[in-house]
């Protein structure tokens, strides 16, 4: 099992959609979840942050994480074209210990 | 202002040969790092320097080798060039304190290998 499993997609909605992405994981010692958003061509971007479970609010993005099922999610409300991208799920058990990357979601919202 | 830079952007080269990519950051971070991303968008880290320390070393053949000729500056190089090698290659840095790391990635180096 790896450890960081995620839906590649692609994944395709109208704008305005609400859009849910997810990643399941297998390490329980993995205690800060992160989200980056990847644009064609460019370097990933931090999206959200969050450490153990709990949501977090940012703007039309709210991460969510349950350490006791192993899943964390993304969500973008009133999603817009712009938010078009690879959305890449990571985490890490803290301190300087790497980041683990989910393969990432392909989304695109059509107008 | 550029905070993590890297170059060449784009490099095609042939099998057998040898390469450097360079990168550097602005943010006066301590930490550097190397990862590939394949054509299936999974990234994984290669390597990672702290303070021109290397402190992860993935599974990465020897044919790639890291330098850090200082805190700000995280350069590799590849030896023998393989097809397999063909992927994007981003480096990114962060600043350890508290938590994890936040890391910042540069545009990526896409690397083809004919």
């Known amino acids: 099992q790896k450890e960081v499993e995620q839906d590649p997609g692609p994944l395709s909605v109208p704008e305005g959609a609400i859009v849910s992405l997810n990643c399941t994981y297998s390490?329980?010692?993995?205690?800060?979840f992160m989200w980056y958003r990847q644009y064609s061509r460019k370097g990933p971007e931090l999206l959200m942050y969050t450490y153990s479970s709990g949501n977090k609010e940012d703007g039309r993005f709210t991460a969510q994480v349950d350490k006791s099922s192993k899943y964390i999610s993304l969500f973008i409300r009133d999603s817009q074209p712009s938010d078009s991208a690879t959305y890449l799920c990571a985490m890490s058990r803290g301190g300087s210990e790497k980041l683990v990357f989910g393969k990432g979601t392909k989304l695109t919202v059509n107008p | 202002d550029t905070a993590v830079s890297q170059t060449p952007k784009y490099l095609v080269t042939q099998m057998g040969n040898d390469k450097s990519i360079k990168c550097e950051q602005n943010?006066?971070?301590?930490?550097m790092y190397w990862y590939k991303q394949d054509s299936k968008k999974f990234l994984k880290i290669m390597f990672s320097y702290n303070n021109k320390e290397l402190i992860i070393n993935e599974t990465v053949p020897n044919r790639f080798s890291p330098k850090s000729p200082d805190k700000a500056h995280l350069n590799l190089h590849i030896n023998s060039l393989e097809l397999g090698d063909s992927a994007v290659y981003f480096c990114?840095?962060?600043?350890?304190?508290?938590?994890?790391?936040?890391?910042?990635f540069g545009p990526g180096t896409r690397l083809t290998v004919l």
């Open positions: 390490n329980s010692a993995f205690q800060y």
């Open positions: 990114a840095s962060s600043q350890p304190g508290g938590g994890t790391d936040t890391q910042y």
């Open positions: 943010l006066g971070h301590d930490t």
